[in-house]
């Protein structure tokens, strides 16, 4: 474990989850938090939950309080996601592309779509798979815009008040594992990351 702390990433990553604690319980936290949620869920490769855990980590006290600002700030990005599927289809298709290597995500999305509908958006909502890729999608595959929403609320509630839950609830618990154990815990949130980019790839 010494040797994993003496990476310079893992140094950059400690200084950023300090970082993020020390502002956490200011308005501009939860500002950011709501600005990173909004992007993510129509541009930003990165998802909120790294805000998310890192301030209710700080404060479990307000954990439900950010839950909610990250759904709101998911599902405000989700409608400009779905807008610009539905009124720049090019523009939303080189984007969804940009995140598979193989160029015809489009394509795939388009028989997931058909097979699964709701809850193929409801498991992006939840899941580590990229969730902008689906919100660009239901626009220019012209997905009905409620149902859309509906799936899109359910999965992004479920997912971040679940977060959000453990640290209302367990807070005072969890709070020396993830000191302990920080440099590990980003191995895995990482590899959980490439994995949702890797599972686009391999809808069909």
Known sequence: M????????????????????????KPNGERALFIFSFIEASFFP?????LLIAMGFSVPKK???FALICTAGSLAGAVLGYSI??????VGESMINFFDPSKNAVDKIDGWFIEYGFG????????PIPFKVFTIASGIFEYPFWLFMTASLIGRSFRFFLVSALFYFFGKQIKPFIDKNFEILAILFSILLVAGFIGLRYLH
């Open 2 to 25: 010494a040797g994993l702390k003496d990476f310079i990433l893992f140094k950059w990553l400690k200084q950023l989850k300090d970082w993020v604690e020390s502002f956490s319980e």
């Open 46 to 50: 990165i998802p909120p939950d790294v």
């Open 63 to 65: 954990a439900f309080r």
């Open 85 to 90: 599927g539905m009124y720049f289809g090019d």
């Open 120 to 127: 193929g958006i409801l498991l992006a909502a939840i899941t």
